[in-house]
T-cell receptor, first 111, second 113 residues
Framework: GQQLNQSPQSMFIQEGEDVSMNCTSSSIFNTWLWYKQDPGEGPVLLIALYKAGELTSNGRLTAQFGITRKDSFLNISASIPSDVGIYFC???????????FGTGTSLTVIP | DVKVTQSSRYLVKRTGEKVFLECVQDMDHENMFWYRQDPGLGLRLIYFSYDVKMKEKGDIPEGYSVSREKKERFSLILESASTNQTSMYLCASAPGTVENTIYFGEGSWLTVV
């Protein structure tokens, strides 16, 4: 099945720094979703995006649905130690109900 | 809040055993999914269901079957467990509406020895 290209694969940052990650696809998506997964747990939904150009925030997290509908971005501002985890994107094509997933970005925050 | 509940968090089974992984969602969602997650391979779709008694193969259905007798419940069955099925299994559900969102359970860690 299709996988989304997510980058970077991993990030090591100092507490307080901002973080950016993105996902790209060769296909046009009508939905972009961002999740955080802690070790041994299921993914938890952070932000859902449904319209091209849409910018949505959830606390210190901001995500954008790219204008081309082929990409999405997630930013985390002023990172804290509990931001540690794996972040991944998911998308849904215009047709069909399957979701496609990014390979994940592993975030480490150094206190 | 959407709740997707997986009945077993941790299981250890012997090779050749039949294994049942149960999943229940409480939001009347149309669509339900089973994925497995392995390091370096990401999430891979095993089976999904758009309706009661309906199922579709995903990317890696071999060695698995599913059952959806009721809308809220989607079961994954390993007919004869093998060591290469040791993995984290994730159940998910989605409403299937225009603004669709997929919600995951907590995961089931299966070890086959």
């Amino acid at each position: 099945g299709q996988q989304l290209n997510q980058s970077p694969q991993s990030m090591f940052i100092q507490e307080g720094e901002d973080v950016s990650m993105n996902c790209t696809s060769s296909s046009i998506f009508n939905t972009w979703l961002w999740y955080k997964q802690d070790p041994g747990e299921g993914p938890v939904l952070l932000i859902a995006l449904y319209k091209a150009g849409e910018l949505t925030s959830n606390g210190r997290l901001t995500a954008q649905f790219g204008i081309t509908r082929k990409d999405s971005f997630l930013n985390i501002s002023a990172s804290i130690p509990s931001d540690v985890g794996i972040y991944f994107c998911a998308g849904q094509l215009n047709t069909g109900n399957q979701f496609y997933f990014g390979t994940g970005t592993s975030l480490t925050v150094i206190p | 809040d959407v709740k997707v509940t997986q009945s077993s968090r941790y299981l250890v089974k012997r090779t050749g055993e039949k294994v049942f992984l149960e999943c229940v969602q409480d939001m009347d969602h149309e669509n339900m999914f089973w994925y497995r997650q392995d390091p370096g391979l990401g999430l891979r779709l095993i089976y999904f269901s758009y309706d009661v008694k309906m199922k579709e193969k995903g990317d890696i259905p071999e060695g698995y079957s599913v059952s959806r007798e009721k809308k809220e419940r989607f079961s994954l069955i390993l007919e004869s467990a093998s060591t290469n099925q040791t993995s984290m299994y994730l159940c998910a559900s989605a409403p299937g509406t225009v603004e669709n969102t997929i919600y995951f359970g907590e995961g089931s860690w299966l070890t086959v020895v």
